[in-house]
């Protein structure tokens, strides 16, 4: 049997990422000086150093810029879980994000192949942001 999994910690800069994740909603960080748009939640902008910025809800869709699937669990609590497919998705607002892909056998997984979100709640607390293939009519080969 495996433990419970590590969860990310909830603080105030990150809180309300958590809260709109929860409710199914993707939350992007848009500066209001620079235009810039970030994933990682901060109290100020990565590219301008501003502090205006302002939560604005994403299409949740973008594609796998890069990927890695994991055989090995990290820890015994993903033993579980392995292979599964860790995802660098370029999101359609622009930034990347980390991920993990489901619904998705690892010698389907491509580069470039689109992607949306989907909410898994973990725990009460916690729904953590992962991707699965956009269904787009076409058979895998
Ligand atoms: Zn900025």
Redesign the pocket.
């Known amino acids: 049997m495996s433990g419970p999994k590590p969860l990310p910690p909830i603080d105030d800069d990150t809180r309300a990422w958590w809260e709109g994740l929860h409710r199914g909603v993707l939350l992007l960080q848009h ?1 209001r ?2 235009g ?1 748009v970030q994933v990682h939640q901060r109290a100020m ?1 990565g ?2 150093l ?1 502090g205006d910025l302002e939560h604005c809800p994403a299409s949740g869709e973008g594609t796998i810029y890069s990927f890695s699937t994991v055989y090995r669990p990290p820890s015994a609590e993903f033993k579980d879980d392995v292979p599964y497919t860790v995802v660098l998705v370029e999101l359609a607002e622009g930034p990347r994000m980390l991920s993990t892909l489901v619904d998705a056998p690892p010698e389907t997984v491509r580069i470039g192949q689109p992607v949306q979100i989907v909410y898994d709640r973990v725990t009460e607390a916690v729904t953590l942001p992962r991707f699965r293939p956009l269904a787009s009519g076409a058979a895998p080969p």
């Open positions: 500066c000086g620079c810039h902008c590219r301008c501003g």
